[in-house]
């Protein structure tokens, strides 16, 4: 029950191997790609309690010696100091220009060690190990690497493609209830985006991947990842149609702005409710009907997930305050914000003509059933 997904790139394309039992294998799968058989592994506090043994254990099979530093979880280890520290030990470590460096854990330690990797000795090599189902169907997959500032998130970083994807999907079974939906929020999205039939497949399997059958989970991700290669090898730097990517994403900027990136509110949690705006805000604007944004919210719903502004605990400010909070987002192009929109599920475009107050309008009703 493997799956291998080809990022085609040229010279920067590689695979995206998805199935349970993984770092049981990712000496064999890393061993290729090396010069001398020994990894620096960055990774946090819980992944590395949980698995980091394992890890170790995959890549001494194939005679590859590991070193590992383990940074706090969260999202505040996407910033300058940690940065600053997971290069200084890099630098310890003597990583040179053929070593490979192994980002082992969820987006927050993926685009930290993918940035660290770029800018480490003007770029070396790393290999992703994604630990959360985030960043298995996101993160992990082509090349955003970077750290928050305090302007706003991943607003210093670089594209660096990855030589090698492990998506262990038995390391999923250690992930919270909440962690697993956030994640779920961005499976969800590919389907509203691109494949109708992917979303229709999510109403009737969405449970039981949810309550673990593996088989679901491995199509899932594989389903994810296969829409993001194909995406991502059209535009690897977002001209175009790479910002399809960013469904639901411009207002679940705004609200994790507005909740201070704290635990209130998940990354993946905020997509699955920018999506459901995204969908009421084409509606009203008559591109999809009145259904597709019912039909989003009742999957949602259906899956236990955040699906409403009510949902988010704690006071959120009003709808003004969150279009002023959208026009941070690095999204902006000649200071239009731009959406993304549906004419239908599985049908979304870019675009910046969206009228200003027919935003605030979708947030005004959304914030009034608080
Ligand atoms: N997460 C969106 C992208 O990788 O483009």
Redesign the pocket.
Known sequence: MKNTVHVALGARSYDVEIGPGLLAEAGARIAPLMKRRRVCVLTDETVARLHLEALRDGLAAAGITMEALALPPGEATKSWPHLERAVDWLLDQKVERNDIVVAFGGGVIGDLAGFAAAILRRGVRFVQIPTSLLAQV??S??G?TGINATHGKNLIGAFHQPSLVLADTSVLGTLTARDFLAGYGEVVKYGLLGDAAFFDWLEAQGPALAAGDMTARVEAVTRSVQM?ADI?ARDET?QGD?AL??LG?TFCHALEAATGYSDRLLHGEGVAIGCALAFELSARLGLCSQEDPSRVRAHLKAMGMKTDLSDIPGDLPDAVALVDLMAQDKKVVDGQLRFILARGIGKAFVTSDVPRAAVLSVLEDALATC
Do not use: M
């Open positions: 996101d993160s997959v082509g955003k993001k991502v977002e790479r990517l960013n994403h």
